[in-house]
């Protein structure tokens, strides 16, 4: 198998937790692996798959890139971080309006200095893939290799990052002497739920990867998941058959919309803080968790006894909800 090369900056292995108080209300083992830890500036899921994106942008002689995202997209800022690390530029390509006082991920890419056209929602929507590929032939002219990141680097490329995470979570099960049966995660672009299947198919291993869409639909991401995979099986040169039916992502609890909060999710949110010290974020991990915990509840994963939930990251984006949660 050939797997790609990355540059090592996240900060890996990740812890993983026990959630004492959780596994006893729910009756399962439930434990956390800490990719919130992964670093500072680019702490969250995006930086394991960047590790392989960016190896290969400045395998290419990129000393710019490109990329997208929300105006609070955890991508962009980790993006940022790791390229100024690097000694590269970033130019952002966000949705929405620039801000006198920006919060968040956006004011730390503003801090961070990267250089960020702003397109409005809709022009985004429809937009966003020429626009960067605009950009890129606008810095071709001026003799400036850009590179490209697809939102949220989830492609074949990127999607080794989850792979390479899937190894590490198998060395620790050896380390502490224990199985899951089940992994967690949310799915937002597809990528950390890609790299999770990856790992799982190439081990024929039994693990039930579960996935909870925070945007769109199920059917939308199981067909988008299968197009990263095969890309990354393409990339490694390898064969494995998987059918689409094998992607699980439950729906239900995307809410009224990517980056939306409603009051039960933030309330939720609270009450995980409260008993566990742990804080979600509204766009993901909270929307995700609340799914495992309502499921859990319903009975739905009733042979599931381990179970290990990806803990993306996403607080930054949290300070941006500051107005909305009742106290
Ligand atoms: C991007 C993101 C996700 C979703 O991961 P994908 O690989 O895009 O599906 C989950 N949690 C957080 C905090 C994120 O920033």
Same mark, same amino acid.
């Given at each position: 198998m050939n797997i790609p090369s990355r540059i090592a900056v996240a900060n890996? #292995?990740? #812890?993983?937790? /026990?959630?004492? /108080?959780?596994?006893?209300?729910? $009756?399962? $083992?439930?434990?956390? @692996? %800490?990719?919130?830890?992964?670093?500072n500036e680019w702490s969250g899921n995006k930086i %394991? @798959?960047?590790?392989? =994106?960016m190896h290969e942008a400045i395998q290419q002689g990129a000393s710019v890139i490109i990329t997208c995202g929300g105006l609070q997209s $955890?991508?962009?800022?980790?993006?940022? =971080? +790791? =390229?100024n690390h690097l000694g590269l530029k970033?130019?952002? +390509?966000? %949705?929405?309006? /620039?801000?006198?006082? #920006?919060q968040g991920n956006l004011l730390l890419n503003e801090i961070m200095g990267a250089q960020i056209s702003y397109l409005e929602p809709e022009r985004f929507n429809t937009e966003y893939l020429s626009f &960067?590929? @605009?950009?890129?032939?606008?810095y071709k002219q001026k003799d400036i290799t850009a590179y490209i990141i697809p &939102?949220? =680097?989830?492609?074949g490329i990127g999607t080794f990052g989850y792979y390479n995470c899937f190894q590490e979570i198998k060395m620790q099960e050896e380390a502490l002497s224990i199985q899951f049966d089940t992994l967690v995660t949310a799915v937002g672009s597809g990528g950390t739920y890609g790299g999770l299947f990856l790992g799982n198919l190439l081990d024929h291993s039994a693990k039930k990867i579960i996935g909870f869409n925070i945007s769109?639909?199920?059917d939308y991401f199981k067909s988008e998941i299968s197009k990263i995979v095969r890309e990354s099986l393409s990339i490694m040169n390898y064969e494995a058959p998987f059918s689409e039916d094998e992607i699980h992502i439950i729906g239900d609890y995307e809410g009224i919309g990517y980056a939306l909060a409603q009051p039960s999710e933030l309330e939720f949110i609270k009450r995980i803080a409260v008993l566990e010290g742990l804080i979600l974020d509204p766009v993901y991990t909270g929307k995700a968790f609340r799914g495992l915990y309502t499921e859990l509840q319903k009975g739905t994963f009733e042979d599931s006894q381990n179970i290990l939930f990806i803990h993306t990251?996403?607080?930054?984006?949290?300070?941006?909800?500051?107005?909305?949660?009742?106290?």
């Open positions: 890996t #292995p990740t #812890p993983i937790q /026990k959630l004492d /108080k959780l596994s006893q209300l729910l $009756n399962k $083992n439930i434990y956390i @692996k %800490r990719d919130d830890f992964t670093g %394991r @798959k960047l590790e392989y =994106a $955890n991508h962009a800022r980790a993006t940022t =971080a +790791v =390229a970033t130019h952002l +390509v966000l %949705r929405g309006n /620039k801000q006198d006082h #920006p &960067m590929e @605009k950009l890129q032939s606008e &939102m949220g =680097a989830s492609n769109s639909t199920p990251g996403g607080l930054t984006g949290l300070y941006s909800f500051n107005t909305q949660f009742n106290f």
